[in-house]
């Protein structure tokens, strides 16, 4: 059945595919017109009390509210701004100026699960911080009007400690966001928050609700002041990074050794080495949580080596016949470290990466080890390097040329260390509290000494720089003009450097090989470009006389659709709105010649889309027949016995929009 939302240009519905989800795993939840039966859903939680009130959770005012609004989909888009944007063609990294938690719904269809590292630096709620608001919806006129369409910035609300929702207010705000990002996140993706004391007991509680408790990493502490703050009885020199991940499939990558810190003190004919037990020695996890890694290993005593290593296997047989299981000395169940497919893959080949054998322990049972090759150590929970300090960012942003417009500066090499033990050659490094632009700098900076191929996407509130402010002053309006000017300088920093090391590789057909990867595209959030999301129902009529009204609307309104709004723009909200990436590429194609269509790809999807007014019969004939490829088309283009031609012979790879 034809619903208003059918016709909006919105983006993807979290709720209703979770909703489907459960549907599909358990339609008995569900009555016959596919509503959930909340009596039953009741009984499936707590059959026995399902009055039952009185349990451990986490609550303040306004949760289930953030919780809905972090899942409800936005109608507003994103437009290319390219007179901002630096070296475009050379890379796909993306600044965005906008509203966040918009920003993040509009990216996570396209970009859902592509996200192998988030660091995000949020306020701190000091007690004269601000928090964002989120009222953002197309009826309300504060963010449109006061963002930088009317160049007056954006006005954030302020967020007192006497106000009784102090605390609440924070949460909310961070609640959303944290939902929608963990939308975006790989199955092995890692989150870094920057965060103090005013709020990460707060913060922790909340990670723990978003990403499992089972996820919670660390609570790193930094050294983030040489001096302290003095203002307090004892003189505060730290803050903290809570790490957390989406699943147990994610590992932290580890830190390179310096000079003589190896500790591979064996040899073999390959190379040093070192062992240490497979054996997970978290007393937390067992069979009983992690079933997949809960498994015998069977070992083949009658071949030592001259080490005392025996070979070990998986399956068991006449030489591989003594069994080992995950259980420490005191018979207490843990589970191995490893899953059984990076067993086979490791276990008894002598490579430079690692292998696993067992070894005769002292009481004469046996154990099983990863012997491993690698001049890399795990990182410790407090970092103290005199690099990390807030102080050492604000002498960054002052050799870039700045003169005092950002306070406090997260220090790049604190952003590179958590980039570092997370991320590898091709992953993607997402920021949606971007500030100044330290992570942007901090992937460019990677990217360079490394010589890999990491992006980012930052996103930045459009925020007025006070009037009294240096930044003002000195020409930013906002604090996102900040954020897009670091990283054009930063660009402009590495080329130079590149220039005098190797001053040929700026000539002839080596340039664009040595600027590879030193850009962005600047992206803004604005409006949609379709007027029918203003259109308001009549609560007086039904849902189908709504229907009626808002096809009449879109025929009016829209009717001067093409020749009245930015060709790019449009295509761009209708893509992003269908799940492309933001690096999508259009090519016409030529054998249509009573229509213009395009081929729109992201490397990934692909479809035809025209934004013509009239869709020529010559066209739907051709499409009745061509059915191999997906067609976007504007759905006032179509007559309904166009439409019913194209809906019937193509099926779901036709939408109207």
């Not at 990076?342 to 004469?364: E, H």
């Not at 091709?426 to 700098?441: H, K, P």
């Not at 209708?574 to 790809?601: D, R, S």
Request: proline fraction near 3%.
């Amino acid at each position: 059945m034809e619903n208003i939302k059918d016709y909006m240009p919105l983006s993807n519905n979290w709720n209703k595919e979770r909703l489907e989800k459960l549907k599909e795993l358990m339609p008995d939840l569900f009555t016959n017109e596919g509503k959930i039966n909340t009596n039953e859903f009741k009984k499936l939680v707590d059959s026995e009390s399902i009055s039952e009130t009185e349990r451990y959770e986490f609550r303040w005012f306004g949760k289930s509210n953030a919780k809905r609004e972090a899942f409800t989909p936005t109608d507003a888009t994103l437009i290319y701004d390219e007179a901002r944007s630096v070296n475009p063609t050379e890379s796909d990294n993306l600044i965005i100026e906008g509203e966040n938690l918009n920003v993040l719904k509009l990216l996570s269809n396209s970009y859902r699960e592509k996200v192998k590292c988030i660091y995000i630096d949020p306020p701190y709620n000091t007690g004269n911080d601000f928090v964002y608001s989120d009222k953002f919806n197309q009826d309300k006129k504060e963010y449109w009007e006061d963002a930088e369409v009317t160049e007056n910035g954006y006005k954030i609300d302020t967020n007192t400690e006497t106000d009784g929702r102090f605390h609440s207010n924070w949460l909310n705000m961070m609640y959303s966001r944290l939902l929608i990002a963990r939308q975006l996140l790989r199955e092995d993706g890692i989150i870094f928050i920057s965060i103090d004391d005013n709020e990460v007991y707060h913060l922790r509680k909340l990670c723990d609700e978003v990403f499992g408790e089972d996820n919670f990493y660390s609570q790193i502490i930094v050294r983030a002041n040489s001096r302290g703050q003095t203002y307090n009885q004892i003189s505060k020199t730290h803050e903290y990074i809570l790490v957390y991940t989406k699943s147990i499939d994610a590992d932290l990558l580890e830190l390179e050794k310096n000079g003589d810190k190896s500790d591979l003190n064996l040899n073999d004919d390959i190379s040093k080495f070192n062992i240490r037990e497979l054996r997970n020695r978290n007393p937390k996890f067992g069979k009983h949580n992690r079933p997949n890694l809960f498994y015998p290993i069977y070992i083949n005593i009658d071949s030592a080596d001259k080490d005392g290593f025996y070979p070990v296997a998986l399956e068991k047989n006449e030489i591989y016949n003594t069994e080992v299981e995950p259980y420490n000395s005191k018979g207490i169940e843990s589970c191995w470290r490893w899953g059984t497919q990076k067993f086979i893959d490791n276990a008894n080949s002598n490579t430079l990466q690692s292998n696993l054998v067992a070894k005769q322990k002292g009481d004469g049972s046996y154990g099983i080890f990863e012997k491993y090759r690698k001049t890399t150590y795990k990182p410790k929970s407090i970092w103290v390097e005199n690099s990390f300090l807030t102080e050492t960012g604000t002498v960054e942003v002052k050799s870039l040329g700045f003169d005092g417009e950002f306070d406090f500066p997260k220090p790049v090499a604190l952003i590179k260390r958590c980039i570092e033990l997370s991320v590898e050659n091709g992953d993607l490094v997402l920021d949606f509290f971007a500030g100044s632009g330290t992570t942007g700098q901090a992937v460019f900076e990677i990217n360079k000494k490394r010589d890999k191929h990491i992006q980012f996407i930052g996103v930045q509130l459009p925020e007025k720089c006070d009037e009294s402010s240096i930044a003002f002053k000195n020409g930013f309006k906002k604090i996102s003009d900040i954020t897009i000017e670091r990283n054009k300088r930063v660009i402009e920093k590495i080329i130079e450097e590149k220039k005098k090391e190797q001053p040929d590789l700026f000539s002839g057909d080596k340039k664009e090989e040595s600027l590879q990867g030193l850009g962005f595209k600047v992206f803004k959030l604005v409006k949609s470009n379709f007027p029918r999301v203003e259109f308001a129902p009549d609560p007086e009529k039904t849902e189908e006389k709504n229907i009626e009204l808002l096809k009449k609307y879109i025929s009016d309104k829209e009717a001067q659709l093409v020749s009245a709004f930015n060709r790019d723009e449009l295509i761009t909200e209708i893509l992003i709105k269908n799940g492309f990436k933001l690096n999508y590429t259009l090519t016409k194609q030529e054998e249509f010649k009573k229509n213009e269509i395009l081929f729109a790809t992201d490397g990934n999807k692909e479809t035809l889309i025209c934004l013509d007014v009239i869709i020529a019969d010559e066209t739907v004939e051709y499409f009745k027949t061509n059915t191999d490829q997906k067609l976007i088309v504007l759905e006032r283009a179509l007559d309904t016995t166009k439409k019913w031609n194209l809906k019937h012979f193509m099926g779901d790879k036709f939408k109207a929009f």
